[in-house]
């Protein structure tokens, strides 16, 4: 009878110590979910707040269109801007922004200039003096 006992003994040591590894790696997959969402919950709310930092609200924004935003940034920087920095400045795509350039150079609003692999955008009538023909007609 003792030995039956003890084999039923060695029998749940045996039962305990295969479930254990198991059981210890459950609980680190779980620390391991519950890290990385943190970590990501965290990342979204720094990227967030930094957005909102950047970000100098004009008091009207909520109500101006897209065109007029983009319009009232160029100005802000003086008539002329790099279209990357445009888009780094706004919370749209940089094909939204591309877009709205496109839209607002065939309306004669602005004027894109390529620089090398980037375009510098202006307002008309503030283009750079090198970039108009010696007759003041414009680049075109």
Request: charged fraction near 30%; hydrophobic fraction near 35%.
């Amino acid at each position: 009878m003792a030995i039956a006992s003890q084999t039923a003994d060695e029998g749940q040591f045996l039962l305990q110590t295969e479930q254990r590894p198991h059981l210890a790696a459950l609980i680190g997959i779980i620390a391991l979910a519950v890290l990385g969402g943190t970590l990501v919950v965290r990342n979204r709310l720094e990227s967030r707040t930094g957005i909102e930092r950047d970000r100098q609200p004009t008091g009207n924004e909520d109500f101006m269109t897209d065109r007029e935003r983009v319009r009232e940034l160029v100005t802000e920087n003086g008539g002329r801007m790099k279209q990357a920095d445009i888009v780094d400045s706004v919370e749209w795509s940089k094909a939204k922004v591309s877009r709205l350039l496109a839209d607002l150079e065939s309306e004669d609003e602005i004027t894109k200039l390529r620089l090398g692999r980037e375009n510098l955008i202006c307002l008309r009538g503030q283009e750079p003096p090198a970039s108009q023909s010696p007759d003041g007609s414009g680049s075109e």
